[in-house]
């Protein structure tokens, strides 16, 4: 289920791309979070739901701030870099939060887990390697420390989101992420907003493609501890690489193959056998 929502996600992905090409990267965040707020309002509202707890509410508010930062730097560099290559740039979040659950989860950091996630950092190299040979200019090299950026983002978010799945429902927190991001792009609104004709469609594709991405990557992270299923992240790679040459034209080169070769052992790996993780329990509060 984690790796059907990544693959839902990078769907996602390809439109945003689109969109920040079209109308910048401020706006086709911002409609599209407004949009999900319908989207994912819809499940929630008509279905059986509990008033959120505190602590929900806090980390709802919590990931929506780190969730609005990590969005914006990612799709900027969407905007500079193709997709194979800013996707691999944030493949460090994955390592980044096994150390971030051990710290704040309390989460054991398992030996095959470690060396799973290198052996995929070691495919993210080789693809790095590529991108400097390619010389892609300035532009790119921003974009690729705004990955950077995204990925420390995302590193923390992929806590959250275990933290989350065990204190609410998927619908729950599909609906606060969405309301939370737009309110918080609401406050640039009245200097930054434009009305994005034409785009509707797109936008609205995007807003359910986000939505059905949390449903599915929620309902994981409350069966499983993050930790565990980090590595599944590597798999958007690979939809980075095939969407990106299908709707952008962008060429595969045989780094970005060889580095995907990596991934995808890291991400077999990992997957081995494991003691199961506590269920989510909504109702209760975490300390």
């Known amino acids: 289920m984690a790796v059907l929502g990544i693959a839902v996600f990078s769907g996602m992905d390809a439109l945003m791309k689109g969109l920040v090409l079209a109308i910048g990267v401020y706006n086709a965040l911002f409609w599209r979070s407004l949009a999900g707020v319908a989207t994912s309002g819809v499940p929630y509202l008509l279905g059986s739901h509990r008033r959120p707890t505190r602590t929900a509410i806090r980390l709802h508010v919590l990931r929506g701030v780190v969730s609005t930062a ?3 730097l990612f799709f900027w560099s969407l905007g500079q870099l193709p997709m194979a290559q800013a996707i691999a740039l944030t493949h460090i979040a994955p390592l980044l939060s096994l150390f971030l659950a051990a710290w704040l989860l309390g989460e054991p950091i398992r030996r095959r887990t470690v060396l799973a996630s290198l052996l995929a950092l070691t495919g993210v190299a080789l693809i790095l390697i590529g991108q400097g040979r390619a010389e892609l200019g300035h532009g790119a090299f921003l974009g690729a420390m705004a990955a950077i950026g995204s990925a420390i983002c995302y590193s923390w978010n ?7 799945a065990l204190v609410a429902a998927p619908p729950e927190i599909a609906f606060y992420q969405s309301v939370i991001v737009t309110a918080v792009l609401a406050l640039a609104a009245p200097w930054l907003a434009e009305w ?3 785009q509707w469609a797109v936008i609205l594709s995007a807003a359910l493609l986000t939505v059905a991405s949390l449903f599915l990557l929620s309902w994981a992270y409350a069966r499983a501890e993050a930790s565990y299923l980090a590595p599944t992240e590597y798999t958007a790679f690979l939809w980075a690489a095939l969407l990106g040459w ?3 034209a962008e060429a595969v080169s045989p780094w970005t193959l060889g580095g995907a070769v990596l991934i995808i052992a890291g991400c077999v790996w990992a997957a ?3 003691e199961a993780a506590p269920s989510a329990q909504p109702q209760a509060e975490i300390p």
């Open 70 to 72: 990590m969005g914006l």
């Open 158 to 164: 992929i806590v959250l989101m275990r933290q989350q």
């Open 196 to 198: 994005p004709a034409g």
């Open 246 to 248: 299908l709707v952008f």
């Open 272 to 274: 081995g056998r494991r």
